[in-house]
């Protein structure tokens, strides 16, 4: 006989720390506003956390912040207790996002979201989950954040921004969103 499960029981939440490059490529295709809005409802199992140090970034550039003032989660790492040399060559906006995964890391899932290689190859050697936009999209689609149709233009909408990706990947993932099981 099967166990049955509990279907009330709440689902493990994913916090995704967000870096600036990220968050530029959702603008350049149109969906910033809508993917935080999306991951800001409380059914989600994902979470958008962008670092204070990111928001400033993107505050002084082209991208409207103002649309994501309250759909999402500014957080400042302030927790003295990581204490940790990260490379030279880092924004500062990465460092806080790395900062804050580390932070969080032991009693949360967390996962950085971050086109940066600098900052992914870092997150990779101090045991960060990290993901690039392609890899976002890619579990917001598994989460059901957005339908794989949306997924699918999503991916074919990524060679007009400034993500410079090689097409071979481009393809690899659009098979698995195209492959994955409901």
Not at 6 to 12: A, G, H, K, N
Request: glycine share 4%; proline share 2%; charged share 30%.
């Amino acid at each position: 006989m099967r166990e049955r499960r509990d279907c009330s029981l709440p689902r493990q939440r994913y916090y995704l720390i967000f870096n600036s490059s990220s968050i530029i490529v959702l603008w350049e295709l149109g969906v910033l506003a809508e993917i935080f809005k999306r991951l800001s409802m409380d059914n989600t199992t994902l979470r958008a956390i962008i670092p204070l140090k990111v928001y400033e970034e993107l505050s002084r550039g082209r991208v409207n912040t103002g649309q994501l003032a309250n759909v999402i989660q500014i957080m400042k790492f302030s927790d003295d207790s990581v204490a940790i040399q990260l490379p030279e060559g880092l924004g500062e906006g990465e460092k806080e996002a790395i900062l804050l995964a580390l932070s969080m890391k032991n009693a949360s899932r967390v996962i950085v979201i971050t086109d940066d290689l600098k900052a992914r190859r870092t997150c990779e050697k101090l045991g960060i989950e990290v993901l690039g936009s392609l890899g976002l999209i890619e579990l917001l689609k598994r989460y059901k954040v957005i339908s794989k149709d949306e997924a699918l233009t999503l991916i074919e909408k990524t060679s007009s921004t400034s993500l410079r990706i090689k097409t071979e990947l481009l393809h690899r993932v659009r098979y698995k969103i195209e492959t994955q099981k409901l």
